[in-house]
């Protein structure tokens, strides 16, 4: 299941380099399997580079370190075997796609994943039961399954959409891209239920947020924090909470 | 000259005064060269590089029965019409009338009046009070003076039809390249309904020219659903043009789905001529190989408060090529008109190419008008969304292109040719060297 350590995730060193720029300078983190750990920081110390270097963009060039995904190294791989192995990016901002109905890339996603997990996959019937129950749970409009993806949704249904993509899609683990901005309080607290019902001793989250406000709604076993490229503190839930009345200004200024 | 003297040549075999309008066509300039503005991104010269011949006239054709219906047969295979899809079905091979060798719905065919061309279809434009329009579109005019094969449609006042499929063939050419000028008019009467399919297809061997004009009307609150083919492979030029005149409250929506992978170049025009008139102008080039798809549209808007919307996208594979020439004319009183242009186009090679020109010509202040066009490839962003879900990176290609082509394929008015247009694009994955 996981590296012998017991860490689903382990980052070490890692440096990458986007169109010629240095984001990401010597970051290391270890997830355990089955534990929530946050990551907090300012605009522009390279949240969201974490997210994309995690799931495999291209253009996202490791330039140092390493990420190892249940222990194997995660460099040459594509990104959508990310994703049948078990990795999951909650998209900051989810892309329109005209002309691709929802149900139809989910299903073949679904079945995609299944397939490389020796799962059997879907018919039309079961996967639509499927979906049916899972659209109810975050109580997501109906319509917007029948319309191509991401057109036309508003800011907070279209990260409604990214957690159901992530509750059919099961995997072990999700990391949520500032989910939480563009949501009102009750699209917050849908979009956290949906996620604190997935959490499991098998599945890990990386919460990558701004702010502390989506961390009173997803609990986190660990919250660090991010500065110029790097984890600079670390700490319990309660470094969150110090972080939100201090700002990150004097974040890590005892370790360094 | 030696063209001229050839044409006028081919024009004295034919039965009734036909010289006269040769004669017109090369006084009017004749076939249309790159200096055309019309023309300067097509390749027209493709038409004066040999003199085509007339097809042997029908009776002849039909005597050649079974190879006929033979030709026919394999073209038509391409289209899986069900069992109930088509009220009624009309076809020839080479312009001469042939049965069509598909399911026909029964006891549907009355629906239509269906029957040969009434009269002289150029005295009759003439007459429709459109001027002599006609004697300044040369390849109008070379259809009138050679037309062969074709047919008038009818729909009585206040019926709803069904779906009527035209469908003209042709055999490879021989000896010499030929030319075939299929002309057809179809006609609703107030308060009637219709679908019409024309389809274009054949092999020409080493060339040919296929040359169809439609013409129609569409009475006060009359409902056409107009759909053009061209399937035609093999070195055959392509130049079809439809026109369509809008009453008040009628509705039109013309697709032209260019499929093949020669020389096709299509003029959908319409005149709304009554108040309230609403046409969708939406046009589909799937295009392969060294494929080229000159579209033109005109959306004219006589009278107020009439809506047309035009959708024209190209999906460009190998060294294929999508020119669009669109334009919008608001006359003086058509006020309250709302009119939008769109062009989208797909390149997934290096060697396509596109041209598009949206045009506007808008003579009041009281209107609603957008237009644009779009060069782009693949979406990295929508991409790397679908492969981040676990699709494959060829997978997640073909939905964005299928998502793509899919707006204008979803709306296509017969499942048989939305099913052909996804073979089209089955033939473009199968290209397979995307570079985009």
């Known amino acids: 299941?996981?590296?012998?350590?017991?860490?689903?995730?382990?980052?070490?060193?890692?440096?990458?380099?986007?169109?010629?720029?240095?984001?990401?300078?010597?970051?290391?983190?270890?997830?355990?399997?089955?534990?929530?750990?946050?990551?907090?920081?300012?605009?522009?110390?390279?949240?969201?580079?974490?997210?994309?270097?995690?799931?495999?963009?291209?253009?996202?060039?490791?330039?140092?370190?390493?990420?190892?995904?249940?222990?194997?190294?995660?460099?040459?791989?594509?990104?959508?075997?990310?994703?049948?192995?078990?990795?999951?990016?909650?998209?900051?901002?989810?892309?329109?796609?005209?002309?691709?109905?929802?149900?139809?890339?989910?299903?073949?996603?679904?079945?995609?994943?299944?397939?490389?997990?020796?799962?059997?996959?879907?018919?039309?019937?079961d996967f639509l039961a499927l979906m049916r129950e899972r659209v109810e749970a975050l109580h997501f409009d109906p319509e917007l399954i029948r319309r191509p993806v991401n057109e036309g949704f508003s800011g907070g249904e279209k990260k409604r959409n990214e957690i159901l993509q992530m509750t059919l899609l099961e995997p072990t683990l999700a990391v949520l891209d500032e989910t939480d901005s563009g949501l009102d309080i009750d699209a917050l607290k849908v979009v956290a239920e949906g996620v604190n019902r997935m959490r499991s001793p098998e599945r890990s989250f990386l919460v990558i947020t701004h702010y502390q406000r989506l961390l009173d709604h997803i609990v986190p076993d660990r919250v660090h924090v991010l500065g110029e490229g790097r984890i600079v503190e670390s700490g319990d839930r309660d470094l969150a909470l110090r972080l939100e009345a201090e700002g990150y200004r004097r974040a890590g200024r005892a370790t360094r | 000259m030696e063209l001229e003297r050839h044409y006028a040549a081919a024009a004295a075999r034919l039965p009734g005064a036909f010289a006269d309008h040769v004669a017109r066509f090369f006084d009017g300039g004749g076939f249309p060269t790159a200096r055309d503005e019309d023309w300067r991104h097509s390749t027209p010269e493709v038409l004066t590089r040999v003199g085509f011949e007339p097809f042997a006239a029908a009776p002849r054709t039909a005597g050649n029965g079974a190879g006929a219906a033979a030709a026919l047969a394999g073209t038509a295979a391409r289209f899986r019409f069900g069992p109930t899809e088509l009220a009624a079905a009309r076809s020839w091979v080479n312009g001469g009338s042939v049965p069509w060798p598909g399911p026909v719905a029964e006891n549907r065919e009355s629906l239509f009046r269906i029957g040969p061309l009434a009269g002289d279809a150029a005295v009759d434009s003439a007459s429709e009070g459109a001027g002599a329009a006609w004697l300044r579109q040369p390849l109008d005019l070379m259809n009138r003076a050679f037309r062969h094969g074709g047919a008038e449609v009818r729909v009585p006042r206040g019926r709803d039809a069904g779906a009527l499929l035209l469908f003209?063939?042709?055999?490879?050419?021989?000896?010499?390249?030929?030319?075939?000028?299929?002309?057809?008019?179809?006609?609703?009467?107030?308060?009637?309904?219709?679908?019409?399919?024309e389809v274009h297809a054949g092999d020409a061997g080493d060339g040919g020219w296929t040359n169809p004009t439609t013409e129609g009307r569409i009475g006060a609150d009359a409902r056409l659903d107009y759909l053009r083919v061209d399937l035609e492979t093999g070195g055959i030029v392509h130049t079809g043009r439809s026109t369509f005149r809008l009453e008040r409250g009628a509705r039109l929506r013309s697709t032209v789905l260019a499929l093949g992978a020669g020389i096709s170049r299509s003029d959908a025009s319409v005149v709304l001529a009554g108040e309230g008139a609403e046409a969708d102008l939406n046009g589909l080039f799937l295009g392969l190989g060294q494929g080229v798809a000159d579209q033109h549209t005109l959306a004219i808007h006589a009278a107020p408060r009439a809506v047309s919307r035009q959708l024209y996208k190209s999906v460009l594979a190998d060294a294929s090529c999508a020119i669009f020439d669109g334009k919008v004319v608001v006359a003086p009183g058509a006020v309250g008109t709302d009119a939008s242009q769109a062009n989208r186009n797909l390149l997934l090679s290096e060697e396509a190419r596109v041209h598009t020109r949206p045009r506007l010509e808008i003579l009041n202040d009281d209107v609603k008008c957008a237009h644009g066009?779009?060069?782009?490839?693949?979406?990295?962003?929508?991409?790397?969304?679908?492969?981040?879900?676990?699709?494959?990176?060829?997978?997640?290609?073909?939905?964005?292109?299928?998502?793509?082509?899919?707006?204008v394929i979803r709306n296509l008015p017969s499942a048989a040719a939305r099913e052909l247009a996804e073979s089209g694009l089955a033939a473009i994955r199968a290209t397979g060297n995307w570079t985009a």
Request: aromatic share 6%; net charge neutral; glycine share 12%.
């Open chain 1, 1 to 125: 299941m996981s590296a012998g350590n017991g860490n689903l995730l382990e980052i070490e060193g890692l440096r990458v380099e986007v169109e010629g720029r240095q984001i990401l300078r010597g970051l290391d983190l270890a997830i355990p399997v089955g534990t929530t750990h946050a990551v907090m920081g300012p605009n522009g110390s390279g949240k969201s580079t974490l997210a994309y270097v995690i799931a495999g963009r291209e253009g996202y060039d490791i330039t140092g370190g390493s990420i190892r995904f249940r222990g194997e190294d995660l460099a040459d791989a594509a990104p959508e075997e990310r994703a049948r192995a078990g990795i999951f990016l909650a998209f900051q901002y989810p892309v329109e796609i005209p002309g691709v109905n929802n149900t139809y890339f989910l299903k073949a996603a679904v079945n995609e994943v299944r397939k490389h997990r020796d799962q059997p996959e879907l018919d039309a019937m």
């Open chain 2, 168 to 197: 003209s063939a042709r055999t490879p050419s021989a000896p010499r390249a030929q030319m075939l000028h299929p002309r057809f008019r179809i006609v609703l009467e107030p308060g009637s309904a219709a679908t019409v399919v």
């Open chain 2, 373 to 407: 066009a779009a060069i782009g490839r693949l979406d990295e962003n929508a991409l790397f969304y679908l492969r981040s879900r676990g699709l494959g990176r060829m997978d997640a290609r073909e939905m964005l292109v299928a998502g793509f082509a899919g707006e």
